[in-house]
């Protein structure tokens, strides 16, 4: 079973607010998280190449130390930061002739040789520990028994600590701020998209009928009170054109009913006149023609009337069945090989007796038109509603037609010849005379056979016509 269409209605309203408000909350998400994965790389490297050259300076700065003292003839002191930064002075073979005391007794740090006035540079772990990369410098030192090597190596542990510490910060904080900024924009987009929301809901009530609602303008001067402007200026421009149509019906409809009239009155005068079987023909013709144009031209004054708002009903206590009744004995009288079947059962509703007839005469004559051998002409109550069922066992409604058929001058099958066919309005004004009544007319989803299903609200017992 279909939900309801109010219900479709609020579904399609959720999905496309939530839509809007997901979108721009993950774009907004997606553009910060780039973002900051951007400025987080620029960061890590522009930090780690500040670290880098604090340890090539402080490497620097202590080799030399050392090659003064080397060059000065005295010892070189070569009492370090622990851990951090240990020295080596290698003689032209290679030995180590000096050392920090935290590598002492270790073999050269590097296999770097430079010649003398020269230095060199690599970054490898070393022997006394494995477990952290050192930055070594080798610079060459020329003394009187010879080039010696100066090794100082600069542990790279703070510049591995800093570098870990802004990529824990990047993987813990960017999906904590793509994820803030989202729901901050979720929320701002929704609070943005307030006054679009009043203006769907507004404009989903705005029909035929009541053409003169109009949008809700938000009081801030934006693009969205200019949208709701210019709708309201269309609004204005489709009701007076409306109403200028609904005028030229009525007009033009008030108009044709007496020179109809008048032809339908001289045809009878001729039909009595005792003619030849020609001229007979062509008069019979004139008379059904002119039957069948006064009843589009009611039919078009009656529907004038709805739009206008100017349909006066009566409010009369009716028996529906004494119509269906009425209705049944014409489709036999009319259509004698047209079986007929349905339970009727007493029913009393409020309305106007000449509206609701005519309700039943356009149901019966649809599903007579339709049929190919019976029709049914149900009636009974359900519940607190009187429900009215008129179907045939003639080709079923299509799925995508059981709402179409009610729009006005729709002709499902177009080959039908104009003698056997309606305008197109039958149902459309049934419907419209149900609804005034406060009752549905719908299309039942068969796959065989027709059926519409009329209900209207039973009468109060207790109620007293007016």
């Known amino acids: ?120 540079w690599e970054t490898r772990q070393v022997a006394f520990n494995e477990e952290a990369s050192f930055r070594v410098l080798a610079t060459g030192v ?49 609070r943005t998209l307030r006054p679009v929301e009043a203006m769907t809901r507004r404009a989903a009530t705005i029909t035929a009928t009541n053409l003169h609602a109009r949008l809700p303008v938000p009081v801030a001067e934006d693009e969205i009170a200019a949208l709701a402007a210019t709708m309201n200026t269309m609004l204005n421009r ?78 009369d206590e009716v028996d529906l069945d004494d119509l269906v009744y009425a209705e049944r004995e014409r489709v036999a009288v009319e259509r004698p090989g047209l079986r007929i079947e349905g339970e009727v059962h007493p029913v009393r509703v409020l309305g106007d007796p000449d509206q609701l007839h005519r309700v039943l005469r356009n149901l019966v004559d649809n599903a007579v038109r339709h049929a190919r051998h019976g029709v049914i002409i149900s009636l009974g109550a359900v519940g607190a509603q009187a429900e009215l069922v008129v179907g045939n066992d003639g080709p079923a409604i299509a799925a995508g037609d059981r709402e179409r058929i009610f729009d006005r001058f729709v002709r499902l099958d177009d080959s039908r010849s104009r003698q056997e066919g309606g305008a197109g309005l039958g149902l459309p004004i049934a419907r419209d005379i149900a609804s005034a009544h406060g009752g549905t007319l719908a299309a039942d989803a068969l796959a065989d056979g027709a059926s519409l299903r009329l209900r209207l609200p039973v009468a109060d017992p207790h109620s007293r016509s007016r």
């Not at 309203?13 to 620029?42: E, K, P």
């Not at 510049?159 to 813990?172: F, S």
């Not at 609904?246 to 039909?271: G, K, Q």
Request: charged share 20%; with cysteine.
């Open 142 to 190: 020329a003394t009187v028994s010879g080039v010696r090597t100066v090794l100082v190596a600069e542990s790279l542990d703070t510049v591995d600590d800093a570098t870990e510490a802004i990529l824990a910060a990047l993987l813990a904080g960017m999906p904590l701020l793509a994820l803030v900024v989202g729901a901050a924009t979720f929320v701002f987009v929704g």
């Open 1 to 120: 079973m279909r939900p309801p269409a109010v219900l479709r209605g609020l579904r399609r309203w959720v999905r496309c607010r939530l839509g809007i408000r997901l979108r721009s909350a993950l774009a907004a998400g997606l553009v910060v998280a780039v973002a900051a994965v951007l400025a987080g790389a620029v960061l890590l490297i522009v930090s780690r190449g500040i670290l880098m050259d604090n340890v090539t300076a402080a490497a620097v700065a202590r080799a030399d130390q050392v090659v003064s003292a080397l060059n000065g003839g005295t010892p070189p002191a070569l009492a370090v930061t622990p851990g951090r930064t240990v020295v080596q002075v290698l003689d032209p073979a290679g030995r180590v002739v000096a050392a920090s005391a935290a590598i002492s007794g270790t073999p050269p740090l590097s296999p770097l040789r430079p010649g003398s006035g020269r230095s060199e």
């Open 238 to 315: 489709i009701e007076t054109a409306s109403a200028a149509q609904r005028r030229f019906v009525a007009d033009a409809s008030h108009e044709l009913r007496s020179p109809l009239a008048t032809i339908h009155a001289n045809a009878d005068l001729l039909a009595a006149a005792g003619l030849a079987e020609a001229p007979a023909r062509s008069v019979a013709r004139i008379h059904r023609e002119s039957a069948r144009m006064a009843t589009l031209v009611e039919d078009l004054l009656l529907l004038a009337r709805v739009d206008d708002g100017a349909l006066r009903l009566r409010r």
